[in-house]
């Protein structure tokens, strides 16, 4: 199964994908690491962010996204355009969707351990947790 690990940040989707066969995990090549909404957007961008993530999605052949549930409220509350960008990518309909909270991640990462630390994974810095979303949503599935 492929997964797509998304991190919203801002106003930017970095994204990570990681396929599992058996045991054995593999991150496959991708033309894109992060697909970003201009800050001051129309409709027309969000539409077209829209059609990216899922053209994209599509010519990968990603099985399910898997979000990084952002706080409401507190030091660590997501901003608005982030919402947005999750509600984007949760109505595309062609999509499996799943938002994972930050305990619900913690948690999975506590039964099943990383098979590898982050920094010999070849991705960049700010993939890490995009990489991190799509091992729990693995973790879950398995």
Request: glycine fraction near 6%.
């Amino acid at each position: 199964m492929r997964i797509c690990g998304v991190d919203l940040v801002g106003n930017e989707a970095v994204i990570c994908l990681l396929e599992q066969e058996g045991q054995q995990f593999t991150l496959p090549d991708c033309r894109v690491r992060k697909l970003t909404l201009p800050k001051e957007h129309s409709r027309e961008d969000l539409q077209q962010f829209q059609f990216s993530f899922a053209k994209l999605m599509t010519d990968y052949k990603v099985s399910r996204v898997a979000i990084r549930e952002r706080q409401t409220k507190g030091k660590f509350a997501g901003g608005a355009v982030s919402f947005k960008l999750e509600a984007a990518i949760q109505l595309i309909s062609t999509l499996d969707v799943l938002v994972l909270s930050p305990v619900t991640i913690k948690s999975a990462l506590k039964d099943n351990r990383l098979p590898l630390s982050f920094s010999n994974t070849g991705l960049k810095v700010f993939q890490e947790g995009a990489f991190i979303v799509a091992f729990a949503a693995h973790s879950i599935a398995s």
